[in-house]
């Protein structure tokens, strides 16, 4: 009965899917199962015999040449092994070496798995970086091309307006040239070499050129993109401010705090005089908007006002900020 017990404890011991084995005081085998000795023989090409073997496995000294990957084992079979040691002392007062070799196939895999996801996390990081230290350049490219459509469309209309006026033979005090005025100091504008002025210093430029002076409150954000978006919101309002509202000043609310950043725009000039519908100007602000992860508000009543939010990287603004010209309003 006792040799059974002993032997049903052997085939159990053989039997565990983990390897195991244990060596005396001198370093001699004692115990070893199944898996633990295929283990060692498909790390190392040899039979297992003393501590000494695995010990110059785990070091890596020659002529141990497993594959490994920092303190796993990679066998053949695809399988991954970590192997641990412990100094045992059994009732007797005996004092052995237990060495566990755990299958650590699944965790490994998945090691491997957030490795790659995080070698693709770093490439797009990588991209958008690239991507944010352009976007200045993007924009100033944008608005360049959709001003000169804008100087297309009004010198065209001028144009036929013109020959519809010499055609009628009406008095040349009659002309109206502001729409000409207009396109010219943008033209001129266009010309001018602006490549070593910062964006707001081109935006004062511009607001120059159209005889508009622009009232700024509150602080533009520090992150370069979301300011260069916030920017191109004020450019805009300018621009539709003095063709339709023949405003004269242009008031620009700025705040923000820890995860975005914000611009409140109004004038002085006429109020809408109906809802105000997005032409190609306020439909791709909003689009350029939106493709940033911000968004576009524009109210009509009882005035203009146009509500842009950006996402923006920075300090929160603890200035007060107040409008001049304008009353208060909800952002």
């Known amino acids: 009965m006792r040799r059974l017990k002993r032997n049903a404890v052997k085939e159990a011991f053989d039997n565990l899917p983990s390897g195991i084995c244990f060596f005396d005081i001198n370093g001699m085998l004692?115990?070893?199962?199944?898996?633990?000795?295929?283990?060692?023989?498909?790390?190392?090409?040899?039979?297992?015999?003393?501590?000494?073997?695995?010990?110059?496995?785990?070091?890596?000294?020659?002529?141990?040449?497993?594959?490994?990957?920092?303190?796993?084992?990679?066998?053949?079979?695809?399988?991954?092994?970590?192997?641990?040691?412990?100094?045992?002392?059994?009732?007797?007062?005996?004092?052995?070496?237990?060495?566990?070799?755990?299958?650590?196939?699944?965790?490994?895999?998945?090691?491997?798995?957030?490795?790659?996801?995080?070698?693709?996390?770093?490439?797009?990081?990588?991209?958008?970086?690239?991507?944010?230290?352009?976007?200045?350049?993007?924009?100033?490219?944008?608005?360049?091309?959709?001003?000169?459509?804008?100087?297309?469309?009004?010198?065209g209309r001028s144009v036929i307006a013109t020959r519809q006026f010499l055609i009628q033979n009406r008095p040349m005090e009659e002309l109206d040239l502001t729409t000409w005025k207009m396109a010219v100091r943008l033209l001129k504008q266009d010309n001018v070499d602006r490549e070593e002025e910062d964006v707001l210093a081109r935006l004062e430029t511009a607001a120059a050129g159209l005889n508009i002076k622009i009232v700024m409150n509150g602080k533009p954000p520090e992150d370069s993109m979301a300011a260069g978006l916030l920017y191109t919101a004020v450019r805009e309002c300018m621009s539709n401010a003095v063709r339709h509202a023949q405003a004269g000043k242009l008031y620009v609310e700025f705040s923000s705090d820890e995860h975005t950043a914000s611009a409140v725009i109004t004038n002085d000039g006429r109020a809408p005089e109906g809802e105000i519908t997005e032409g190609g100007g306020l439909s791709s602000l909003r689009v350029r908007m939106e493709r940033a992860g911000g968004s576009m508000k524009v109210q009509s009543t009882p005035y203009f006002v146009l509500m842009v939010t950006v996402p923006a990287e920075g300090r929160k603004q603890d200035d007060p900020c107040t409008h001049s010209g304008r009353p208060a309003y909800d952002a």
């Open 30 to 155: 004692t115990l070893c199962n199944y898996q633990m000795h295929r283990l060692i023989f498909a790390l190392t090409g040899r039979d297992l015999q003393s501590l000494s073997d695995i010990l110059n496995l785990l070091e890596d000294v020659p002529p141990a040449a497993a594959q490994r990957d920092g303190d796993i084992f990679l066998v053949d079979d695809g399988s991954a092994w970590q192997f641990f040691v412990e100094k045992v002392t059994t009732r007797a007062g005996g004092i052995y070496t237990q060495i566990l070799a755990a299958d650590v196939t699944e965790l490994y895999r998945r090691k491997q798995e957030l490795k790659e996801d995080n070698r693709r996390l770093n490439e797009y990081a990588e991209r958008m970086r690239r991507l944010s230290a352009n976007i200045i350049t993007l924009i100033r490219e944008e608005e360049i091309l959709n001003m000169k459509m804008r100087i297309h469309d009004d010198i």
